[in-house]
């Protein structure tokens, strides 16, 4: 939990959008590993065996019936963050990648905000390399329309 428990609640977050919901989630994804430590055979793939458990678990709570009654909207000012000197006044990046529909925002919040490699995204999704590279590329593109204009007022 030392290690990546501020990266697990950050995927969470961006997932449930929700801060209480993104705690549990992040919670019964580090009782879900405990339970699995057995699975994890290399210690190089630890992060993104861990960042999978906790995708599986948000989708499982973005299914279930007591999440649909209890959704809102996200208060971008509850986003955690993974160290302070990240604060940022001006969030139109972050509100342009929540934006985005989720196969997008899923590959762009492990490869920008985890720092994660394609080859771990494609592990972490069970999806061919190409396809993270495919979805990034997409991604990049629809921020771009979204952004015209916004960083330092290119067009």
């Not at 879900?32 to 678990?57: C, D, P």
């Not at 160290?83 to 940022?88: E, G, L, Q, T």
Request: charged share 25%.
């Amino acid at each position: 939990m030392r290690s990546y428990g501020s990266q697990v609640l950050r995927v969470c977050y961006l997932y449930l959008r929700d801060r209480d919901l993104a705690q549990d989630a992040s919670q019964t994804t580090f009782v879900k590993a405990w339970q699995a430590l057995h699975t994890l055979h290399n210690e190089s793939t630890e992060k993104a065996w861990l960042m999978r458990i906790a995708i599986n678990t948000c989708k499982t709570m973005l299914r279930s019936r007591e999440y649909k009654l209890y959704a809102h909207s996200p208060d971008i000012e509850e986003l955690p963050l993974s160290a302070p000197d990240i604060i940022s006044s001006d969030d139109t990046v972050l509100r342009a990648v929540l934006a985005l529909p989720e196969k997008y925002r899923e590959v762009v919040t492990l490869f920008y905000y985890q720092s994660l490699s394609s080859q771990d995204i494609a592990r972490i999704l069970r999806v061919p390399q190409a396809t993270v590279l495919t979805r990034l590329s997409r991604a990049r593109k629809a921020l771009q329309s979204e952004l015209k204009g916004w960083y330092f007022g290119h067009e």
